[in-house]
């Protein structure tokens, strides 16, 4: 079984970078597509970028496309989001999840899910 954390969350201001880290727990870990989402107050669990199991393909939603860089390293087994020019809605929380599948931001698509992680952002 595959386990993820995710790490690197916390609180930010306006205009600011974070980078979440998504630690996976089993040498497989390279055969993983490896997918972030994020949960915001109010609102149901949507997915914002997508990352295949070698990271020469990534996808992104328009809501982050631009800001928002997810990479890997897969000797550390660990998946990275990189987050720039923040803004008060990027707040929530940011869950890894991982599928054997191609790249996807759908839920029901990833069998494995991290606890997330909270970032604010808010002056």
């Known amino acids: 079984q595959l386990q993820l954390v995710e790490s690197g969350g916390g609180l930010v201001q306006p205009g600011g970078s974070l980078r979440l880290s998504c630690a996976g727990s089993r040498f497989t870990f390279d055969r993983y597509t490896i997918g972030w989402f994020l949960q915001s107050p109010g609102k149901e669990r949507g997915g914002i970028s997508s990352i295949t199991s070698s990271g020469a393909s990534t996808i992104y939603a328009v809501s982050v496309k631009g800001r928002f860089t997810t990479s890997r390293d897969n000797a550390k087994m660990t998946v990275y989001l990189q987050m720039d020019s923040l803004k008060p809605e990027d707040t929530a929380i940011y869950y890894c999840?991982?599928?054997?599948?191609?790249?996807?931001?759908?839920?029901?698509?990833?069998?494995?899910w991290g606890r997330g992680t909270q970032v604010t952002v808010s002056s």
């Open positions: 999840a991982a599928t054997v599948g191609q790249l996807t931001m759908k839920e029901e698509a990833n069998n494995y």
